[in-house]
């Protein structure tokens, strides 16, 4: 059974940096397209990024776009979502979703969630 777990959630000040990590276990990520989205509460999940198995293929949502990277390293088994200049608007619980070797990774594709990692930004 694939497990994935978030981190590097926080509070920072608008303006600055974090980056989050999606561990695999019990799969490879390699097999895995996977998808951040955030949530804030009482509003629907919003799409962040996503990234196929191999890396080939890279979608963000225009509000991240140029400010956040998704990379994958099959070494370590885990997705990133490098998150830079954050704004207020960005905070929201995040989470990752997989889906084994389907691409586009829509929302009845997904296989697996996390639980979440929170991430606050203060102005």
């Known amino acids: 059974q694939v497990q994935l777990v978030e981190s590097g959630g926080g509070l920072v000040q608008a303006g600055n940096s974090l980056r989050l990590s999606c561990q695999f276990s019990g799969g490879f990520c390699r097999r895995y397209a996977v998808a951040w989205v955030r949530q804030v509460p009482g509003k629907d999940r919003e799409f962040v990024a996503d990234?196929?198995?191999?890396?080939?293929?890279?979608h963000y949502d225009d509000s991240v776009k140029g400010r956040f990277t998704v990379s994958r390293n099959a070494a370590l088994n885990t997705v990133f979502l490098q998150m830079n200049s954050l704004k207020p608007t960005d905070t929201a619980l995040y989470f990752c979703?997989?889906?084994?070797?389907?691409?586009?990774?829509?929302?009845?594709?997904?296989?697996?969630w996390g639980t979440g990692t929170l991430v606050t930004v203060s102005s």
């Open positions: 979703a997989a889906s084994e070797l389907r691409w586009p990774i829509t929302g009845d594709r997904v296989e697996y």
């Open positions: 990234i196929r198995w191999d890396g080939g293929s890279i």
